[in-house]
């Protein structure tokens, strides 16, 4: 039949028995003629449980002892699985991410795959076993643990159903499939049953926490179709049935659909950010290089830029960065930065937050942004900052306005309406 790679979330295995049940699910799909790779992530809270012990050893852990550390987990959870498997009648063997092996480079905790060797995995399959690989982990040239960074399971998960050349890379969570909204936010949200790998690319990255950014830039490249699917309804609902359950996100989107579809497809939020001002810097070439490039050197992800327009020599630059690298951030413009570019003063705010809107019809419909900021503006809702591609809106607005801000949206684009 068809090779399909399964990952299964921390909720998913989250106690003895939703392994089993995990289990059973492989063993449905395998009854049915199907070769399965399995990635399944540590246990629910288990990472941040490791992380905290770590820093109550070191408060700043070494990134390299503590990815040894995090990839625990997982290793953990293919033991038990392949146990479960095993106790199921099945042939199972789990691998950690370094016996595969999934090469990565060297950046301790949030590494990028490099290369995948596939033959021991091609081997069993081939003698009918399920391979159940430790997903969020990997190994450097000099062979040391190395981890993804948080979601990196589903990384490892597309990435191996790209080496296999999987028919379908199946993401099993704790919801069932893609939403126009977070549900808990807006009830009326509605699941799509397609989504093209664009917009999901920039969901993700506008706040989306169904999938890993990073597994869906994968997914893209090398053109996996990826199906979200939940790991908590009956887990011997029918083959048939489950294949076409939650949202198939497609690299191709149907023209017949596209004629019908919504001009907007989602609202996506993202809590986790903080904005940096660098205030009064010299407006001459190679001043953006000189204040980002150091903050690139850092592995820190810079998102929404704006710099102002210039005036007696001088402007003033802001960005937007991942909440948890913000006193990084401030460290490195503030002694580094800032006695080289001879800046004013350098302000933050850790209390914004991105909220966007997402859909392929951008491209073809006009006025959108202006229904957008209409919409916000009727509710006091202050835009602090705009950034745009070809089918994404993203505003930086105060925090305490996201919720708000997404409601509002969400009708005003009438996504609760199929």
Not at 97 to 112: L, N
Not at 295 to 304: N, R
Request: charged share 25%.
């Amino acid at each position: 039949m068809a090779l399909i790679v399964q990952k299964y979330g921390g909720t998913s295995v989250g106690s003895a028995e939703r392994i089993r049940n995990v289990a059973r699910r492989v063993a449905k799909w395998r009854a049915a003629g199907h070769d399965l790779v399995v990635v399944p992530s540590a246990m629910a809270g288990e990472t941040n449980r490791l992380i905290g012990l770590a820093k109550e050893i070191q408060p700043q852990p070494d990134p390299r002892e503590l990815d040894v550390v995090a990839a625990t987990g997982e290793q953990v959870t293919i033991g038990l699985l392949s146990m479960a498997l095993l106790e199921l009648g099945l042939k199972a063997k789990s691998y950690s991410g370094w016996q595969v092996k999934i090469s990565t480079d060297s950046a301790f905790t949030k590494a990028r795959i490099t290369t995948i060797e596939d033959t021991a995995i091609r081997r069993d399959l081939a003698a009918g076993t399920v391979v159940v690989v430790a997903g969020f982990q990997g190994v450097d040239q000099a062979g040391n643990i190395t981890t993804l960074g948080r979601g990196g399971s589903d990384t490892s998960a597309v990435a191996l159903a790209a080496a296999l050349k999987a028919s379908e890379c199946q993401i099993f969570t704790d919801v069932d499939g893609v939403y126009t909204t977070d549900p808990r936010i807006v009830p009326e949200a509605r699941r799509l049953r397609t989504v093209t790998f664009e917009e999901m690319l920039e969901m993700a990255g506008a706040g989306s926490k169904v999938l890993q950014i990073r597994s869906v830039e994968f997914a893209g490249k090398y053109r996996v179709p990826t199906r979200v699917l939940s790991s908590l309804t009956d887990p011997m609902m029918p083959v048939a049935e489950e294949a076409q359950a939650g949202t198939l996100i497609t690299f191709e989107e149907d023209p017949i659909m596209a004629m019908e579809k919504a001009v907007i497809s989602g609202v996506a939020f993202n809590r986790d950010e903080a904005k940096i001002t660098v205030h009064d810097v010299p407006d001459r070439p190679g001043i953006a290089y000189a204040i980002l490039g150091p903050i690139a050197d850092a592995s820190i992800d810079v998102d929404v830029i704006v710099q102002n327009v210039g005036h007696d020599g001088m402007t003033d630059m802001t960005f937007t960065v991942h909440r948890n690298d913000y006193a990084k951030a401030m460290k490195i413009l503030k002694t580094q930065v800032q006695p080289h570019i001879k800046c004013r003063d350098i302000s933050g705010d850790e209390r914004i937050a991105k909220v966007s809107i997402v859909g392929m019809g951008m491209r073809s419909h006009a006025g959108i942004a202006a229904q957008m900021f209409r919409t916000l503006a009727e509710e006091g809702i202050n835009i602090q900052m705009i950034s745009t591609s070809e089918i994404k809106i993203t505003v930086v607005i105060e925090e305490k306005y996201t919720e708000l801000a997404v409601r509002v949206l969400h009708k005003a684009f009438e996504l609760e309406q199929a």
